[in-house]
């Protein structure tokens, strides 16, 4: 009996082992079918790639330089107002004093 069980383990071993030793064959047939078509679609989008890569590189450019032009007029205006604050503050409180005299008695 114990000989029938091992036999029957072997069996289904052998068996496991030939069905996946047939999709790894069926694997290989499929890649070397498609192989052509991979490299056929590849030659095709690779001028695409690089023209993907180019633009990618020229957005970036134009993007830093953007980004460089913005700093500029950031510290150009912030130096233009910041000596201006004080000024600022005096109009707000000469503002506020003269309305505030300007207010009707209450009757």
Partial sequence: MMGLALFAG???AAATA???VMFLLLQAVLWLVLLP???VFWALALPLLLVKLV???V???LFFISLAIGGVLAAISLA????LLPLALLVLVTWA?????KRPAAA
């Fill in 10 to 12: 072997v069996m289904a």
């Fill in 18 to 20: 030939f069905v996946v």
């Fill in 37 to 39: 078509f991979r490299l």
């Fill in 55 to 57: 633009l990618g590189v």
């Fill in 59 to 61: 957005a970036g450019v």
């Fill in 80 to 83: 233009v107002v910041v000596p």
């Fill in 97 to 101: 004093l003269v309305r505030l005299m």
